[in-house]
Structure formats: C-alpha cells, structure tokens
C-alpha cells in the first residue's frame, strides 16, 4: 500500500470539524483544517439544526483542505444520529428538526400504540429514546404535532447522507445511521418493511442502504469547481459513534468503551446482538457498526449536562473559564450529591444548573451552591452512570471487563477520567479526543488501499500514532 490523503466531515452537536488525514501502512497523520460552531435555531415552529450553515462551514473547510492536499482521494461524512430532512425532487422541504425539539411525544405514544415497545425492541433492538426516528416521522403525521412534510416527501435522508447527497447527487442510506432509525431489521441489518407497513410509514422514502467503505461517487461538477478540486465521496460510519468506536485502541474482548461528547455512549463491540429482556429493561440498544460489529450500549446524558450548565451561566452574565472551572471542581472537598444523569428532565435545552438543584432538592440532597460545586456534582454523576453502564454491559454481554477506554472530548477531562476509573475500579485509557473523525478517515483510508485490514489492525495503527493516558483506579 501507499500513502496517501483523505478528509472526513464530522459534525457533533456542538461543533463541527473538517480534519486531513494522512494515511500508510504504520502512519496515522490528522490535521484540522476547519472547526465551527454548531449553533441550533429555535423558532416557533420547533427546535432546528441550522443545516445550511453547517453545510456552508463544511465546504469552506473542504476548500482550505483541497488548497492544501490537492490530491485528496476522498471524503467522508458523519454526524450524530436520528435526525433527517424530507425532501421532494431533491429539495429539502423543511429544515431538520433537532432530536431535543420536544414534538417527539406525540410520535411516540403513537407508535406504541401500534407496535408496543417490547415488539420494537425485539425486531429494531433499540433502546427507548424520544427521539428515535421512527418517533419523529410518526409526530409528523400526527394532526397536531406534524407539518404535513410527510405525505409530500418523496425521500427521507439522515444528516451525513443529506450532506453527502448536496456533495454528490447520490441518494443512499449509509448503514450504521440508518440502524438508530428504528426503521432497520437488527437481524438482517435491512428495512425493515413488514414494520413500515404496520406504521403506515411510506417505504419509498427510504433509500437503498450502503456498507461503511463503500464508494459513493465523484463531486458534483459545480461542487468540484466551487471547492477547487475533485474527490471521491465515501460512505464511512457515518453514525458518529460508529466511527468514534472504530477508533477506540482496545482490545474489543475485554474493554469497555465510552465515547464521550455531548453524548456518553457507554458499552461493548459484540458480534451479535443481545435482545434479551434484561437487556430491554435496561434500556441498552444495538446499533449496527462498521464491518457488521454490534455497538451494544446505553446513552448516559453526558458533557451535555455541562456544556448547558455553562450556557445558563454565560446568558446570566457570568463569565465562564472552563479550565478554571474545572480545577476548581477538582479541589471541592466538601461531600457533593450525586444525582440521574439519566433522568429526562435534563434532556431538553434551558436552565440546567436549576434542573439539577430541583433534582436534589426534591430527594432532600445537598445542592450545589457554586458553579464549581454543580460542576464537581455533574461529573461525579457522569462518572457514576459510565460505572453503572459498564458494569450493566459486562452482566448482560457476558463479558469480563478489564479496561475501560474514553474517547473524543470527554477523554480532556481529567477529572471526569479519575473519577469514572475510581468509580468502574479498573483503568481508564483515555484518548484519542478526534476519534470520530479518525474512524471516519480509517475507513476511507482502508477503501482506498492506504492501510488494510481488521478492525483489530484500524485498531493497532490508531494506539501506535495515540498513545492513551492512563487512570488507576485511586
Ligand atoms: C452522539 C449521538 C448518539 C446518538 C445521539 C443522538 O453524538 O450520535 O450516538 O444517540 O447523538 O443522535
């Protein structure tokens, strides 16, 4: 094999990158090109990604990466899960909700009405969230919560794969994304039509289903012209987790990983996939991985709880210095209360330091008084959640776990990483912080014939080029 360069999008739900990657046999080169706010819009009629924005910082982003390797092989794109836009010959008919907009309720109770939750879980293997997509297409079609997109749309595509159509003109639904539909066979890994049916769902929205690492097709001719050079479009994990767990240096038998971002995403890799009733009640989910790997794993609330902590504080006039912040939370001393990160209250935007104080105040515990005391409150809590998490994953996959890996933002956080390897009783590897973006470039990388193999070697070039941090348990 040869060297050689491709870029990845990759959009989280706080911010957006571009990263080049330079790939070989034993060489693992990634430099950011672009980074830009993601920044959702909330309006009257609902809580919505500003697409075209991030649309618009990506190309820029992709331009700056043609003016400095203007033989890119290709480009990937991932991004959080869920979320779709509907569309009627090729134009979007309404900008895409976020998952956190609160219509989805609706959509639930009319699902279950139809299918109950234990029939879902048993044919899509999903773990219950609000806003799983078959939810959100169902309070489209609700009378008081939908907008009538549905019955005009004539295809539905994921946030990567929309990015990917406007890059390419190709419709297609990458595989890994498309299993947090809802919609997708857990099984069989195909749509899931039979369910579609039952739910009055159109089928013909959904477009043909594509493996991570394969080919899409060129640059439309004016995209090329506008980013000033062409490449390759590539389908990769185009779920962001996928990609951030290719990415995650373990040894699958025996880790635990938790991909930490606004989300924590904590679980195992399993060959196949765990539909028992203990694992429904606890709400652990099976999402498709990349080279047919099962992402067995359970959302824990995660950095968001923090990050919207900050937003209160700021729009209150404080100024916040994270990293002060965070040295500050380190040195409390006096006892915090540990609250559910998982309680859903926390899931919808707005006052978060006061959601968290009602929490504590109606179970009669202390409440944090300072931001540095919410703050040390919130990752004793995160830290708490991962350790249940990871001892649920290890009882109901039958795995003995002996490392607990963190990876992409949360794996900066010094605090949180002691706290959580204090709190599982094992070590905690953290990094890499850009493992999404890494696993998204590895793919493409591997198609490209610039490094082959397993996941298992993905795995070995991604150790060698960034080496962990180690936490003992203390
Ligand atoms: C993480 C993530 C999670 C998904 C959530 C919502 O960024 O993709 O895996 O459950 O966002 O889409």
Redesign the pocket.
């Known amino acids: 094999s040869t060297t050689g360069s491709v870029a990845a999008i990759d959009l ?2 706080t911010s957006g990158r571009v990263i080049l990657g330079d790939v070989g046999p034993n060489e693992l080169r990634m430099q950011q090109v672009a980074r830009f706010p993601n920044v959702p819009v909330s309006t009257p009629g609902g809580l919505h990604w500003n697409i075209g924005e991030l649309y618009r910082s990506a190309l820029v982003g992709l331009t700056t990466a043609f003016r400095q390797e203007p033989r890119l092989a290709s480009i990937g794109v991932d ?5 779709y836009a509907l569309l009627r010959e090729g134009r979007m008919l309404s900008e895409p909700f976020h ?1 956190r907009d609160t219509r989805t309720a609706a959509g639930v109770k009319a699902t279950h009405a139809i299918v109950p939750f234990a029939e879902l879980y048993r044919r899509n293997g999903l773990q219950f ?1 609000p ?1 799983n997509t078959v939810y959100q297409l169902m309070a489209e079609t609700d009378s008081d919560h939908g907008i009538g997109c549905l019955t005009r749309a004539d295809s539905m595509l994921l946030v990567p794969d929309l990015l990917t159509f406007w890059l390419t003109g190709e419709r297609i639904a990458e595989r890994t994304n498309a299993s ?1 539909t809802g919609l997708l066979d857990v099984v069989t890994g195909e749509w899931d039509t039979a369910l579609l049916g039952q739910l009055s769902l159109p089928p013909a929205l959904l477009p043909a289903l594509v493996d991570p690492g394969t080919r899409i097709g060129p640059l439309l001719p004016e995209v090329a012209k506008q980013l000033g050079g062409t490449a390759d479009v590539v389908a990769v994990g185009s ?3 996928a990609s951030a767990v290719v990415a995650v240096p373990m040894d699958a038998a025996t880790s635990a990983y938790i ?1 930490c ?3 924590g ?1 904590v679980g195992v890799e399993l060959e196949r996939p765990v539909l028992t009733d203990a694992a429904r009640e606890a709400n652990f989910t099976n ?1 498709g991985g990349v080279d047919g790997r099962i992402r067995f794993l359970h ?1 824990v609330m ?1 950095l968001w709880l923090l990050s919207e902590s900050v937003r209160s504080w700021e729009a209150a006039g404080e100024t916040i210095d994270l990293p002060a912040l965070l040295a500050a939370a380190a040195s409390v001393t006096t006892p915090v209360s540990v609250f559910d990160a998982d309680d859903p209250r926390f899931l919808t935007p707005g006052d978060m330091p006061e959601r968290i104080a009602a929490y504590c105040h109606e179970r009669g515990l202390v409440v944090p008084g300072s931001p540095a005391e919410f703050v040390r409150s919130i990752i004793e809590s995160l830290a708490d959640a991962f350790a249940n998490a990871v001892r649920t994953a290890a009882e109901l996959s039958g795995r003995t776990i002996e490392t607990v890996h963190i990876v992409g933002g949360g794996s900066q956080n010094e605090l949180l990483c002691q706290l959580t390897a204090n709190r599982v009783g094992l070590p905690v590897l953290a990094g890499p912080v850009e493992a999404t973006a890494i696993g998204n470039i590895l793919v493409q990388a591997r198609l490209q014939g610039f490094v082959d193999g397993s996941l298992e070697s993905l795995r070995s070039v991604v150790a060698a080029a960034f080496p962990p941090r180690r936490y003992d348990p203390r």
Do not use: I
């Open positions: 989280g739900a991004s959080w899960a869920v979320d998952y969230l806003f947090t779920h962001d987790t991909s971002g606004t989300w995403l999402e959302n995660g």
